[in-house]
């Protein structure tokens, strides 16, 4: 269908709403309309309808919406499980985990329930994403990687998946006096070097072996920081932060909203965002602050084998991983030009291929295809 002639309805979490995804598709949102007519709304007339999925329950009516009305499907996180996990009843995960991987799983299902309460640190959960409802029914699904394209073909085989890359948009621009300011007000000096992890936090960040590496670190070059932004999910991840003792090197804050998040992360020298075990997503995290410049510390894996060697720092998932990223660090602080010689060429490369108005015209490329 020509790109002029359709109606896209698109559901998705919005700001207000603290969530990743809701900040990525209000940016989204502007960019589609710049290429045509997109409607919000549950019960929105539309010719072709764009459902955002993530494993936040914010998603549940939109996930109904997507199976009951099929259209294009944007998967955040590749991984369903936790998800489900969330939104369903005892029986009702059991069936939509044997609809997923045969009647056979039955008792494995139930098995999962009964342990739920470690799904966010165990890795069994992660290899199970359950998929294949909404990878059969869409007209198309749209992953950000390689590793959630797998995920969604081990599932649904014949589902139509295309990949657009995690969009980015360059924020309002900071004043480098109002991030001196902001450093004086955290304590820092103007050589202070502060690393940072952003965004809602969960197991799979890490943030025991992250705070372990930093001890060490900060021992060995005690002018420097780490910055933990974000709120916590888990009760244990809460309890982990508060018992940080005071004089640590740690600096904490809480949600942060839109501004005040671009003004920390202009303060930053380096950002450390692990995942592991990893759902398939690409974090959005990942894309604003290479976008900005920074040197961003990541788990290699397929989910972000795109990004360019020389643009981030890879750090191994596993027994190595406390040691390589402790070296990396330890590297950053004694080595601040070459780190952000390292986040000039993140931020070409991602200014080049994540930009907003490409990934948007992606979107609206296969929205128009799979039309009615």
């Known amino acids: 269908m020509s790109a002029g002639s359709i109606r896209a309805g698109f559901h998705s979490p919005l700001p207000?709403?603290?969530?990743?995804v809701a900040d990525y598709s209000a940016t989204l949102l502007d960019a589609l309309r710049q290429f045509g007519d997109v409607v919000t709304g549950a019960h929105s007339a539309a010719g072709v309808h764009l459902y955002h999925l993530g494993n936040n329950p914010l998603h549940l009516d939109i996930y109904r919406r997507a199976i009951r009305t099929p259209g294009v499907v944007v998967l955040h996180d590749a991984v369903l499980h936790h998800f489900f996990l969330g939104t369903l009843r005892e029986q009702e995960y059991i069936e939509e985990f044997v609809y997923n991987y045969g009647e056979w799983s039955r008792g494995l299902a139930a098995q999962y329930w009964k342990?739920?309460?470690?799904?966010?640190?165990?890795?069994?959960?992660?290899?199970r994403p359950m998929l294949r409802r909404v990878g059969e029914s869409a007209r198309a699904v749209i992953v950000h990687n390689a590793a959630a394209a797998e995920m969604v073909r081990a599932h649904a085989p014949r589902a139509r998946i295309i990949e657009i890359p995690h969009l980015f948009a360059p924020p309002p621009p900071i004043d480098a006096v109002e991030v001196l300011r902001l450093r004086a007000s955290l304590g820092l000096s103007p050589r202070t070097f502060l690393f940072g992890v952003f965004g809602f936090l969960r197991e799979p960040k890490r943030m025991a072996a992250v705070l372990r590496v930093f001890a060490k670190v900060h021992s060995q070059m005690p002018d420097t920081r780490l910055l933990i932004e974000g709120e916590c999910v888990s009760a244990s991840l809460a309890r982990l932060l508060d018992s940080i003792p005071h004089g640590s090197g740690v600096i904490r804050v809480g949600y942060s909203p839109e501004r005040q998040f671009w003004q920390l992360a202009s303060a930053t020298g380096a950002c450390i965002n692990l995942r592991y075990p990893a759902?398939?997503?690409?974090?959005?995290?990942?894309?604003?602050?290479?976008?900005?410049?920074?040197?961003?510390?990541?788990?290699?894996?397929?989910?972000?084998?795109?990004?360019?060697?020389?643009?981030?720092?890879?750090?191994?998932?596993?027994?190595?991983?406390?040691?390589?990223?402790?070296?990396?660090?330890?590297?950053?602080?004694?080595s601040p030009r070459l780190a952000d010689e390292i986040g000039e060429r993140a931020k070409a490369h991602i200014r080049a291929e994540h930009a907003v108005e490409r990934a948007a015209g992606m979107y609206w490329k296969v929205l128009c295809d799979c039309a009615d």
Do not use: D, N, Q
């Open 279 to 334: 759902a398939g997503e690409t974090s959005g995290i990942a894309i604003r602050m290479m976008g900005i410049g920074k040197l961003v510390l990541l788990h290699e894996g397929k989910e972000t084998e795109s990004f360019p060697e020389t643009a981030c720092l890879r750090i191994a998932p596993g027994l190595a991983e406390e040691t390589m990223l402790a070296e990396s660090m330890l590297w950053v602080t004694a």
């Open 115 to 127: 342990g739920r309460a470690r799904s966010g640190a165990s890795r069994s959960y992660f290899e």
């Open 16 to 20: 207000p709403s603290h969530s990743g």
